[in-house]
């Protein structure tokens, strides 16, 4: 690391070698520090996290919605397909407005985690909902029902729909259970079924988050049939 700032300041003898540098510098020379750290906090606030803190954010959110797969809860299945209908809308436009209202952070990570549950649960209740049309809908709370939906049903005739929606999704939180709904859908199609075209679009995806970077890779390395 010392020969690195050493370079650096041969190079460009003006540049200021303050301790933010220093410390992206300890992480590029010395990649063996992410086996070892979940993640490295820089002066202003800024954290590089590593895969043990992503894997526990991303296995904490599916303990979440998979508890949402059983038990009815206060919106049973007993309600009919017109009240479940007006059940997702409003979740659907619940999750819109907590996502413009409330700050980014984990409160409103956690906030919106609980909607999308209750929205695994509620479209549980429709026997035919309109998922390309969700799919492809300009309501991003929509889009989200959709990805609920085929993450508690997951259905191999939507595979081509939702890879299209997932990749395009431009909110992180919806691309984030997007990604999910897809692994459980090429679950339901089969890894050796999944068409080539499918598999490249997934790989020519570039998600910004750490966490959907993480799914992305997880769901490629399973296309790919690695560990």
């Given amino acids: 690391m010392a020969i690195a700032v050493a370079v650096a300041h041969v190079l460009a003898p003006d540049l200021k070698i303050d301790s933010v540098t220093v410390a ?21 606030g800024f954290r590089l996290e590593y895969a043990k803190e992503v894997e526990r954010r991303i296995e904490a959110a599916e303990r979440i919605a998979d508890a ?48 999308f549950a209750r929205l695994v649960r509620a479209t549980q209740r429709l026997a ?19 990805y609920a939906r085929l ?7 939507a595979l081509a729909a939702l890879t299209d929606a997932a990749v395009k999704e431009p909110l992180a939180f919806s691309q984030y259970w997007g990604i999910h709904a897809l692994d459980k859908v090429v679950d339901a199609v089969g890894v050796e079924d999944v068409p080539p075209g499918v598999v490249r679009r997934l790989e ?24």
């Fill in 151 to 157: 993450y508690a049903v997951p259905d191999a005739d």
């Fill in 24 to 44: 992206l510098l300890v992480v590029a020379v010395v990649p063996w520090l992410r086996d070892l750290l979940d993640s490295i906090e820089l002066p202003g």
């Fill in 68 to 115: 949402a797969l059983v038990g009815s809860g206060d919106d049973g299945p007993e309600a009919d397909g017109a009240t479940a209908l007006r059940d997702v809308r409003r979740l659907a436009a619940e999750y819109l407005e907590v996502r413009t209202s409330m700050a980014s952070g984990s409160a409103r990570t956690q906030r919106m985690n609980g909607i």
């Fill in 128 to 146: 035919d909902p309109d998922l390309d049309g969700w799919l492809t809908s300009p309501d991003g709370g929509l889009r989200l029902a959709a």
């Fill in 204 to 227: 020519d995806c570039r998600p910004r988050g750490s966490d959907r970077v993480a799914l992305l890779r997880r769901l490629i390395a399973k296309l790919h049939g690695l560990p």
